[in-house]
């Protein structure tokens, strides 16, 4: 467990300012459409980033990290042309703050959260009202996003308190700067469970699904999308259009979300 600690608070407290300094896009970017988007949808959407490229007249240079983490980058003035957030919550910051254009908002997704274990994992569970998650954590760790402001933790938490086992597993969750970080403790093993979307468990074959959340136990999942109040770039409205296009829809459910937004 010595080096499984320490691994655990490498990921979940000390990569949150090389993430901060690594997510603003180099300045040769000037000239592409840059997204700053969740982490979840990394494979996703380089997929309709790639698919999207002959329309727009160019790939977009994208940024993936914690949707909180690229909010607070964008109101600190990085450069961004298109936000996606994993929850209406950060967009909402942002829009509130006039830093979006709120006539291009849009509810582009939606999702899963899932229980996953490493693929060779012998656990069971069945994810309901008082199920005994702190007996199949053990002395291991629940590799979660940061509870407070990452909407996979927020999601997770929430499920977990309405499920009424959050009191029981508080002390044992391991929190991570993104989803991405979170789903990379449990595939090395060093965290026996965590909590992260459908789609991260469907992109990850190190590990496997052992129980899926109800969907009433927590806020309803959904990525929106919008372009920024300083957008400069001429091609942000194709990319837009693009990635809510028919085209992107395909890839986007081909990698386990669900669709909102009405295809153009």
């Not at 909407?151 to 977990?160: D, E, R, S, T």
């Not at 496997?208 to 770039?233: M, R």
Request: proline fraction near 5%.
């Amino acid at each position: 467990m010595t080096g499984t600690g320490f691994g655990l608070k490498a990921i979940a407290v000390g990569g949150l300012t090389a993430l901060l300094m690594a997510a603003v896009p180099a300045a040769n970017a000037d000239d592409k459409v840059i997204v700053f988007a969740a982490a979840s949808l990394k494979d996703a959407l380089d997929a309709v980033n790639k698919a999207c490229e002959p329309e727009v007249g160019e790939a977009a240079t994208i940024s993936y990290a914690a949707s909180s983490a690229l909010a607070k980058q964008i109101e600190g003035g990085a450069p961004a042309d298109i936000f996606v957030s994993a929850d209406l919550d950060w967009m909402k910051y942002l829009s509130d703050k006039k830093l979006t254009k709120p006539d291009t908002e849009v509810k582009l997704l939606g999702n899963q959260i899932v229980l996953v274990a490493p693929k060779d994992s012998t656990v069971e569970a069945k994810v309901e009202k008082g199920f005994d998650l702190a007996k199949l954590i053990g002395d291991g760790r629940l590799a979660m996003g940061d509870v407070k402001a990452v909407p996979a933790g927020k999601y997770g938490k929430a499920a977990l308190e309405s499920l009424g086992v959050w009191s029981s597993v508080e002390g044992k969750v391991a929190q991570a700067e993104n989803v991405r970080a979170a789903l990379k403790l449990v595939s090395t093993g060093e965290a026996p469970l965590g909590i992260v979307y459908a789609t991260d468990a469907h992109a990850e074959k190190g590990v496997k699904v052992v129980g899926i959340f109800p969907e009433d136990s927590h806020p309803p999942i959904i990525y929106p999308i919008a372009q920024t109040a300083d957008s400069k770039d001429k091609d942000t409205a194709a990319f837009l259009k693009c990635v809510e296009s028919a085209k992107a829809a395909a890839l986007f459910k081909e990698q386990g979300f669900t669709v909102l937004a009405p295809s153009n």
